[in-house]
């Protein structure tokens, strides 16, 4: 299984952009990139998930290098509701996913 | 309507007392989940379920026992419940991926268990 390592935690202004990046060094052909949020007091929420290049879609963008050995995931312009943890998993089933530590990201007005 | 529902969302109880966190999906997914997620925020997965199976059990003390009755509900029962028991469990579902397609995980909003 692959395992990943991402920052503990990062800290950002509103408006800013934030990056994350998340390294997955033994990463399989078949495996996917997601990344999910978590908010205090709830379960992980679907962010983000891709295989390769770049994915973007209404909350996030996804950068995967072309030896896919790490990932980025991009948060534009965020607010303080966007203070919460965000986990990088690897896999190509969903009962073989981990949950690391994640990286908890707090958003300064 | 909420896609994945557990109950309760507190639980406070006793040491050695048996209680049962109940899960439901109404996304009509194959597969359900039990995770736990310790005061480290570590979040380990428990079991998983597909279509009435358990097809893992990532060695869990046997005090615990999922149940499902259909392919909607998994129900997780705690015997003889310890201290190191606290923690947060959150129920999850999932459809069967095909082929290369990478699959999304549904959380419940999780169940507080403290246990005295």
């Known amino acids: 299984l692959a395992k990943t390592t991402q920052p503990i935690s990062m800290d950002s202004y509103e408006g800013q952009e934030v990056n994350i990046t998340c390294s997955h060094n033994?990463?399989?052909?078949?495996?996917?990139i997601t990344w999910y949020q978590q908010f205090p007091s709830q379960g992980p929420r679907f962010i983000i998930q891709g295989y390769k290049t770049k994915v973007t879609n209404e909350v996030a963008s996804l950068f995967i290098p072309a030896d896919r050995k790490s990932s980025t995931l991009s948060l534009p312009r965020v607010s303080l509701s966007d203070t919460a943890v965000y986990y990088c998993?690897?896999?190509?089933?969903?009962?073989?996913?981990?949950f690391g530590t994640g990286t908890r990201l707090q958003v300064f007005p | 309507d909420t896609a994945v529902s557990q109950t309760p969302k507190y639980l406070v109880t006793q040491m050695g007392n048996d209680k049962s966190i109940k899960c439901e999906q109404n996304l009509g997914h194959d597969t359900m989940y039990w995770y736990k997620q310790d005061s480290k925020k570590f979040l380990k997965i428990m079991f998983s379920y597909n279509n009435k199976e358990l097809i893992i059990n990532e060695t869990v003390p046997n005090r615990f026992s999922p149940k499902s009755p259909d392919k909607a509900h998994l129900n997780l029962h705690i015997n003889s419940l310890e201290l190191g028991d606290s923690a947060v469990y959150f129920c999850?579902?999932?459809?069967?991926?095909?082929?290369?397609?990478?699959?999304?995980?549904?959380f419940g909003s999780g169940t507080q268990l403290s246990v005295l």
């Open positions: 033994n990463i399989a052909t078949n495996d996917y």
């Open positions: 998993l690897v896999g190509a089933n969903t009962d073989k996913l981990i």
């Open positions: 999850a579902s999932s459809q069967e991926g095909q082929g290369m397609l990478g699959e999304k995980l549904f």
